[in-house]
C-alpha cells in the first residue's frame, strides 16, 4: 500500500502532457449532458491523463 501511495503522490501534480490529455475530453463536456455522462468524462479524463503520464519518458 505503501508504494501506491507513492505513486500517487508521484502523480499529483498532472505534467502538461497529462492536461493536455484530459483537456481534450473536458472540452467535449456540454450543459445538458446528464449526471452520468459527467460521471463518464470523469473517468475517461483520468484514464487519458493516466496514459499520457505512461507515455512519458
Do not use: C, Y
Request: aromatic share 6%; proline share 2%; glycine share 8%.
Amino acid at each position: 500500500m505503501r508504494d501506491v501511495r507513492a505513486v500517487f503522490h508521484a502523480i499529483q501534480e498532472p505534467t502538461d502532457a497529462m492536461a493536455l490529455a484530459g483537456a481534450e475530453v473536458i472540452r467535449n463536456v456540454g450543459t445538458a449532458e446528464l449526471a452520468s455522462g459527467h460521471k463518464g468524462d470523469a473517468a475517461s479524463t483520468w484514464r487519458f491523463m493516466i496514459a499520457a503520464a505512461m507515455d512519458e519518458r
